[in-house]
């Protein structure tokens, strides 16, 4: 539902940082949700971090106290701030909007992508 922009790719070297951005045309409800998911090569898509509209977020363990998700929901936007990057990092992140219930979400829409690269 809706479309989804995402921005903010680029590279970078290990140990730094980038901000993603995500425009969304619609806005939420209370059971809506966003997350950030990450696909590289050859390897499996994995979700990286999720923020409901009441403000609860989750992430993979292999990004937490690296990365933080966060939402504007009055700018439709949701965020992917990346800190202590690393060359495993590398992958083209995208963006989805979907529903979350019972403990579990449900992504209706994609973005296009974007992609990280962090050189070692």
């Known amino acids: 539902q809706g479309q989804l922009v995402e921005s903010g790719g680029g590279l970078v070297q290990a140990g730094g940082s980038l901000r993603l951005s995500c425009a969304a045309s619609g806005s939420f409800v209370s059971i809506s949700a966003m997350a950030w998911y990450r696909q590289a090569p050859g390897k499996r898509r994995e979700q990286v971090a999720l923020v409901r509209v009441g403000g609860s977020t989750n992430y993979a363990g292999s990004v937490l106290g690296r990365f933080s998700i966060s939402s504007d929901t009055a700018k439709n936007t949701v965020y992917l701030q990346m800190n202590s990057l690393k060359p495993e990092d590398t992958a083209v992140y995208y963006c989805?909007?979907?529903?979350?219930?019972?403990?579990?979400?449900?992504?209706?829409?994609w973005g296009q992508g974007t992609q990280v690269t962090v050189s070692s």
């Open positions: 989805t909007k979907g529903l979350y219930s019972n403990g579990v979400y449900y992504p209706t829409s």
